[in-house]
């Protein structure tokens, strides 16, 4: 079972960047997709960006197009996401999934999870 772990959350302001990290263990993860989602209060999850373990191919939210960057480090077994130009909107929990492939086409069907980690923009 794949298990993931995310870091990097924080308070910061509107307009600062954040680099989140998710440690990825248990297993091989060439056949994977890992992938970033967050939820904010009162909001249903929101999909924000995807990547192909094995060739690195990337996927991203409209809303976060140009924003936000994901990137992988196979030696490491840990995927990031790099958040710029963070705006009070972008505060909610962030949370790292992983899955089959097709899940970042369907942007759905991820089957594990991390914890989450809380992100904080304050105007």
Not at 39 to 57: C, D, M, N, V, Y
Not at 110 to 119: I, K, L, M, P, S
Request: charged share 20%; aromatic share 10%.
């Amino acid at each position: 079972q794949v298990h993931l772990v995310e870091s990097g959350g924080g308070l910061v302001q509107a307009g600062d960047s954040l680099r989140l990290s998710c440690a990825a263990s248990g297993g091989t993860f060439d056949d994977y997709g890992m992938a970033w989602l967050r939820q904010a209060p009162g909001k249903e999850r929101e999909f924000l960006s995807g990547i192909t373990w094995e060739i690195g191919s990337t996927f991203y939210a409209d809303s976060v197009k140009g924003r936000f960057t994901i990137s992988r480090d196979k030696t490491n077994n840990t995927v990031y996401l790099q958040m710029n130009s963070l705006n009070p909107d972008d505060t909610a929990v962030y949370y790292c999934a992983a899955g089959p492939r097709r899940a970042l086409v369907l942007r759905a069907g991820f089957t594990d999870w991390g914890q989450g980690t809380q992100v904080t923009v304050s105007a």
